[in-house]
């Protein structure tokens, strides 16, 4: 009951009519539950659907052609196949990997060709490195690793893999807490990376035969693109700010020199900025115009939208308080949202059926709150 309370007043504290204007320069939210910003449209945020539970610091989700999704438990090291109505079944266990604190089993994407290659793609880390790796899904037996000797550490791997809308697989690659990593282009630590899906180095990167994209990154854990093709990342700051940043190639991002926004013409601001208390922004994805981010200290759902031109407005917090901490977020192939919580990753208070992969429903009408709860939170 505590949960439906919570989900409701956090959904009535953010409730307004439209999405409204959008504002280039509006990286900066005043703090939630003030004024009256809009809930994102197209979701009922109110009573999700519980396609798994019992997960243990779920990180990595994707989709099958048949909209069954798999998901890479960090801590186990292992991949399961999750459904509604049907109990999660471990289809792999990835030889090789090692956990503790943020470093395991961490992201995971369907070929985009599955039908017929039938390939699934994981990052994880080693007792040495970060690795990345494909195998049949049929037979994880066949794992073939196509990138490694990433410097790992227990904080700061970054993890999230996904594939663009070129075909090409990204790989957000954390600091391993150094952070003068991020500003050598030698190191591929605090990078985005762009490579093909052998691993090799795409023609058209912006560095001739290096895998880097975009460099001057702290944590880099979620990646999106918009209808446009044009890519967005969730981004840990250190103390002061998280960011979500647009992605350009060849971009200089700025840490450790900068944390947040700087105006310094050498590097590239943010888009999006929060204390680390509302967010500590992990998976993100976009659906209807909106882009969507997983917070784990921040324990919500955060909605940013974005227009035809990119420029971004106000972002809005939804389920804030009502699950715990959020990590990863996905669009289905039936347009529904999924959402896990990582209250099992040793920074969070599971409830009993934790740790859960959550189902909102496309195309719900947004419900009015009573009048009684308008402003709580």
Not at 237 to 249: F, H
Not at 256 to 271: C, I, K, L, N, Y
Not at 331 to 351: E, F, K
Request: with cysteine; hydrophobic share 45%.
């Amino acid at each position: 009951m505590r949960r439906i309370v919570a989900a409701v007043a956090a959904v009535a504290a953010v409730l307004a009519v439209g999405l409204g204007a959008t504002d280039a320069r509006a990286d900066r939210q005043p703090p939630v539950g003030t004024g009256r910003p809009p809930v994102p449209a197209g979701f009922d945020f109110t009573n999700p659907q519980v396609v798994a539970a019992g997960l243990e610091a779920p990180w990595g989700l994707d989709f099958l052609p048949d909209g069954s999704a798999l998901v890479a438990q960090r801590d186990l090291g292992t991949v399961v196949r999750v459904r509604p109505g049907a109990p999660p079944r471990q289809v792999a266990r990835i030889a090789g990997v090692v956990a503790g604190g943020e470093a395991g089993l961490l992201g995971l994407a369907v070929s985009p060709t599955f039908r017929r290659d039938r390939l699934v793609y994981v990052c994880y880390t080693t007792a040495s490195d970060i690795r990345i790796a494909r195998f049949r899904l049929h037979a994880p037996q066949s794992l073939q690793v196509i990138l490694s000797g990433i410097t790992r550490a227990a904080a700061h791997d970054g993890g999230r893999i996904a594939f663009g809308p070129d075909g090409m697989l990204y790989a957000g690659i954390g600091d391993a807490v150094v952070p003068a990593n991020a500003q050598n282009l030698a190191s591929r630590n605090g990078k985005i990376l762009r490579m093909r899906p052998d691993g090799g180095v795409p023609a058209d990167n912006p560095f001739p035969g290096s895998l880097v994209y975009s460099y001057g990154h702290r944590n880099v854990q979620g990646l999106a693109w918009d209808r446009r093709g044009r890519l967005f990342a969730t981004e840990f700051g250190q103390s002061t700010w998280d960011e979500v940043n647009r992605i350009v190639p060849g971009g200089n991002y700025g840490w450790p020199v900068v944390e947040g926004r700087s105006g310094d013409p050498r590097f590239r601001d943010p888009v999006v900025v929060w204390s680390p208390a509302e967010a500590s922004p992990s998976g993100a994805a976009f659906a209807a115009g909106t882009l969507f981010v997983a917070a784990l200290r921040g324990a919500r759902l955060w909605a940013v939208p974005v227009d035809a031109a990119g420029r971004v407005g106000t972002p809005t917090a939804v389920l804030q308080g009502a699950y715990g901490r959020l990590r990863t977020v996905e669009v289905a192939p039936d347009g529904a949202l999924w959402v896990t919580t990582s209250n099992r990753d040793g920074r969070g208070s599971p409830a009993a059926d934790d740790d859960r992969v959550l189902r909102f429903p496309a195309g719900a009408r947004q419900p009015q709150p009573p009048a009684l709860l308008v402003g709580a939170g």
